[in-house]
T-cell receptor, first 113, second 117 residues
Framework: DAKTTQPPSMDCAEGRAANLPCNHS???????VYWYRQIHSQGPQYIIH???NNETNEMASLIITEDRKSSTLILPHATLRDTAVYYC??????????????FGTGTRLTIIP | EAQVTQNPRYLITVTGKKLTVTCSQN?????MSWYRQDPGLGLRQIYY???????DKGDVPEGYKVSRKEKRNFPLILESPSPNQTSLYFC???????FGSGANVLTFGAGSRLTVL
C-alpha cells in the first residue's frame, strides 16, 4: 500500500471549513484513498473514501487531484466535536483477503472556539 | 444500532493471569480483526478472521490467541499477560465486498484499555 504524508497538526476556527491535506505520490491505479478519524482514544471512525472522483457524504467531502497524488478532506463547518486525529490511508481493495488498514501518524486537528 | 461491542472497556490485571477481551458485532460481518494502539507506534494488527473458523496472524500476534466459533464474536485471549501487553485494544469488523465495489470500510469498537502489572 502506498505511503501517505500528512501535516502533524492543524488548527481551524469553529464554523469554518477545515481542509486537511494528504500526499500519496506513489499511489497505484487500484488504490483507494480512505479517511478515518480518532477522537481522543476512541475507536477510529470511518469518514469517507474515493478512487478517482471527488466524493461527498454527510460528514465530509474528499477532493482527489487529477493525477491522484494528493487529496484533501474537507469538513465544511467544523465544530468542537471535530477535534480529533485524522488519518489518510491508501490501500488497494482486498478481494477476500486481510482488510488490514495501516494507520500512520495522522493530522491532529484542533477546532478553536 | 450497528456496532462493535468490546468488553471490558478497562481492565487492570497482574502478570500471568489469563484474560479474555470479548468482541461482538451485530452487522453480520464476515471479517473481524484486533488491533493494539501504543504511543509512537500507532495501530498495529494482532489477528484477523475472514470468516467462522478462519483466523490468521497479523503483524504482532505474539502472546495472543483468538477464536472465531460464531460469526458475531471474535474474542482476544491473553493466556499469560505480561506488562508489554499493556495497551489500548480495538476490535473491528467489515463486510467483505465483491471486486470493484471499493469498500474496505472497517467499523471499530470503542476500545479496551488493558494494564498489566
Amino acid at each position: 500500500d502506498a505511503k501517505t504524508t500528512q501535516p502533524p497538526s492543524m488548527d481551524c476556527a469553529e464554523g469554518r471549513a477545515a481542509n486537511l491535506p494528504c500526499n500519496h505520490s506513489t499511489i497505484s491505479g487500484n488504490e483507494y484513498v480512505y479517511w478515518y478519524r480518532q477522537i481522543h482514544s476512541q475507536g477510529p471512525q470511518y469518514i469517507i473514501h474515493g478512487l478517482k472522483n471527488n466524493e461527498t457524504n454527510e460528514m465530509a467531502s474528499l477532493i482527489i487531484t487529477e493525477d491522484r497524488k494528493s487529496s484533501t478532506l474537507i469538513l465544511p463547518h467544523a465544530t468542537l466535536r471535530d477535534t480529533a486525529v485524522y488519518y489518510c490511508i491508501v490501500r488497494a481493495q482486498s478481494n477476500f483477503g486481510n482488510e488490514k488498514l495501516t494507520f500512520g501518524t495522522g493530522t491532529r486537528l484542533t477546532i478553536i472556539p | 444500532e450497528a456496532q462493535v461491542t468490546q468488553n471490558p472497556r478497562y481492565l487492570i490485571t497482574v502478570t500471568g493471569k489469563k484474560l479474555t477481551v470479548t468482541c461482538s458485532q451485530n452487522m453480520n460481518h464476515e471479517y473481524m480483526s484486533w488491533y493494539r494502539q501504543d504511543p509512537g507506534l500507532g495501530l498495529r494488527q494482532i489477528y484477523y478472521s475472514m470468516n467462522v473458523e478462519v483466523t490468521d496472524k497479523g503483524d504482532v500476534p505474539e502472546g495472543y490467541k483468538v477464536s472465531r466459533k460464531e460469526k458475531r464474536n471474535f474474542p482476544l485471549i491473553l493466556e499469560s499477560p505480561s506488562p508489554n501487553q499493556t495497551s489500548l485494544y480495538f476490535c473491528a469488523s467489515s463486510s467483505r465486498q465483491g471486486f470493484g465495489s471499493g469498500a474496505n470500510v472497517l467499523t471499530f469498537g470503542a476500545g479496551s484499555r488493558l494494564t498489566v502489572l
